[in-house]
């Protein structure tokens, strides 16, 4: 028996359709589903909000090192100057599940705080934490108004002495 020999045109051939049946399989089947996709999909978890007050009910908006961690999915987010008026809002986290969330102060007014809320698909969950001993933001405010009342004081004062007068009024150049 001898062995036949394959020319180039048949060997060409040969790989081409053995490379053809090969990938025939990845294609996409037009019968198959969507749902059956083994992708990457993301979660779509509801809005979480946070409001952090003191003991009396005030907002608390300064001060405060906010993270909010989802162990499970090893997803971390951190926030801080995010606060406004008491509330943090639109933060974007893109699982769902249990998150917890641990505020601590950054001047030392407050014990540290955790709390833990569990977000499902789009249901928005609100947060209240309560942080003893924070400084109210209406107390910040007055302390601002304070300081500014304090400088326009200072600046008007100073005006008067440039246009050469004295606290009471008279010139200063000696009157001859």
Wanted: glycine fraction near 8%; charge should be negative.
């Amino acid at each position: 028996m001898t062995q036949k020999l394959l020319s180039r045109r048949q060997f060409g051939t040969a790989a081409v359709a053995l490379t053809t049946v090969g990938l025939a399989g990845c294609s996409d089947d037009e019968t198959s589903s969507d749902d059956d996709d083994d992708g990457f999909d993301l979660d779509n978890p509801g809005d979480l909000t946070i409001y952090f007050e003191n003991e009396d009910g005030e907002a608390v908006s300064t001060g405060l090192d906010i993270t909010i961690e989802n162990e499970e999915e090893e997803f971390t987010s951190n926030h801080g100057a995010d606060v406004n008026d008491g509330e943090l809002s639109g933060v974007s986290l893109i699982y769902e599940g249990e998150y917890t969330v641990t505020v601590e102060s950054t001047d030392d007014e407050f014990d540290t705080v955790e709390e833990t809320v569990t977000l499902e698909e789009e249901e928005d969950e609100e947060l209240t934490l309560v942080l003893e001993g924070a400084t109210p933001d209406s107390e910040l405010d007055d302390e601002e108004e304070e300081a500014e009342e304090a400088d326009d004081d200072q600046d008007e004062e100073g005006e008067d002495d440039e246009d050469g007068e004295d606290e009471e009024g008279e010139d200063d150049e000696d009157d001859e």
